[in-house]
């Protein structure tokens, strides 16, 4: 058998010299670990996603609000419940969407490079909450016109 690096005759069933094997050792010893990298084009996508999201769970509530009002007396008290779980899931994503896109414009103003995904999500962030807080109220007012 021979080493597969240096083509050394071996005298065992190993696929490498003991010679090699600490060169391996020697090489993997002095070479760092890789480390994460800043991008800069991420700055402030954590707060931007969360915005998203929680835009989009309003959104789900506030359509499952809906669904309730019209189901009798205690959904119709379910229902109110869940508009106002709309609204608590649509002020922070308001507030985060608001803080992602004035955050892309100054760092662009800044002159470093614009971080795209954290704009694009806190428009949809603003826009969600945005229609959030317009279905809700015309949500609530339904329901009180349809206990009238």
């Given at each position: 058998m021979t080493c597969k690096h240096c083509g050394k005759e071996l005298d065992c069933e190993a696929d490498v010299c003991d010679e090699c094997k600490a060169k391996a050792a020697e090489n993997e010893l002095l070479t760092p670990p890789p480390t994460a990298e800043y991008n800069p084009r991420m700055v402030g996508f954590k707060p931007a996603l969360t915005g998203a999201i929680a835009a989009a769970i309003a959104q789900i509530v506030a359509a499952v609000s809906v669904a309730l009002l019209y189901s009798g007396w205690f959904g119709a008290i379910l229902g109110l419940l869940f508009l106002a779980a709309a609204i608590v899931f649509c002020v922070?994503?308001?507030?985060?969407?608001?803080?992602?896109?004035?955050?892309?414009?100054?760092?662009?103003?800044?002159?470093?490079?614009?971080?795209?995904?954290?704009?694009?999500?806190?428009?949809?962030?603003c826009a969600l909450a945005l229609g959030t807080a317009v279905t809700v109220p015309v949500n609530f007012l339904t329901w009180l016109i349809a206990l009238l």
């Open positions: 922070p994503a308001a507030i985060m969407g608001i803080h992602s896109i004035l955050l892309s414009v100054r760092l662009k103003k800044a002159g470093q490079p614009l971080p795209v995904a954290t704009l694009v999500l806190g428009i949809v962030a």
